[in-house]
């Protein structure tokens, strides 16, 4: 009652939302599962990195992305995420290789770490949360100082045709064009694909996901 009460005055509160989320559900309950993240394998695969180049997977909570990062060898992977709860379920899979990954919890728009600049900056389905011009730009200020010059950034949302809430909550949808533009000053787009998403209630979600390098 209280946190509803909370609720009502403040708005929502986006970090106790997703606690909630991973204390309450299992890795396959949630519509965004993938048994293998194929998309976004193919595509840092694609880049022919060596195994030393620095790669953040954004909101990558216990997703299984960071599993074959590893097992392709790479060296320096962070996953970030604004759950602890959905870090610690990540961390208990992997048991020691947890120990080679850095995790980070945050709320993206509000880590302020530009000690560390990224080759590859992978974001499957946060960045679509921000819903406010404010929380976009502050994205885009992120990323911008965080990527090197001519990494990587790759983004995947739901589409124009995809739904218009995820996990209860308001996403801004994109298609290739809106995308694109939102990226445009400091990111070159490489190229978007629309794809769908099977979740594991057998519904269909569309994503747009595209791929930019950073100028
Ligand atoms: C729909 S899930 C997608 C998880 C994962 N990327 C995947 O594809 O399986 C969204 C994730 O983004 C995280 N998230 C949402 N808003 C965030 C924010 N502002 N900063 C960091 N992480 C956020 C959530 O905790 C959750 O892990």
């Given amino acids: 009652m209280n946190y509803f009460l909370t609720f009502l005055r403040m708005g929502y509160d986006k970090k106790s939302h997703w606690e909630n989320v991973f204390s309450n559900k299992n890795l396959t309950d949630v519509s965004w599962f993938q048994e293998v993240p194929i998309t976004s394998l193919t595509f840092i695969r694609s880049l022919n990195l060596p195994k030393t180049a620095q790669?953040?997977?954004?909101?990558?909570?216990?997703?299984?992305?960071?599993?074959?990062?590893?097992?392709?060898?790479?060296?320096h992977i962070t996953v970030l995420d604004i759950s602890e709860k959905a870090l610690e379920k990540a961390k208990e899979r992997l048991g020691e290789s947890a120990n080679k990954i850095e995790w980070i919890v945050s709320?993206?728009?509000?880590?302020?770490?530009?000690?560390?600049?990224?080759?590859?900056?992978?974001?499957?389905?946060?960045?679509?949360?921000?819903?406010?011009?404010?929380?976009i730009e502050t994205y885009?200020?992120?990323?911008?100082?965080?990527?090197?010059?001519?990494?990587f950034l790759s983004v995947g949302t739901f589409s124009e045709q995809g739904p218009t809430k995820c996990s209860g909550l308001e996403v801004k949808q994109y298609s290739e064009e809106s995308m694109t533009d939102k990226f445009k000053e400091n990111f070159e787009k490489i190229r978007c694909i629309n794809e769908n998403h099977e979740t594991p209630f057998k519904t269909v979600q569309n994503f747009t996901f595209c791929t930019f390098q950073r100028k």
């Fill in 107 to 135: 709320d993206i728009t509000e880590y302020q770490d530009s000690s560390k600049k990224y080759d590859v900056w992978h974001d499957r389905a946060a960045f679509h949360f921000l819903v406010e011009n404010g929380q």
């Fill in 140 to 151: 885009l200020s992120i990323a911008k100082t965080n990527i090197k010059n001519e990494g």
């Fill in 55 to 75: 790669i953040i997977d954004v909101g990558g909570g216990d997703s299984y992305l960071v599993d074959y990062l590893l097992k392709d060898g790479f060296e």
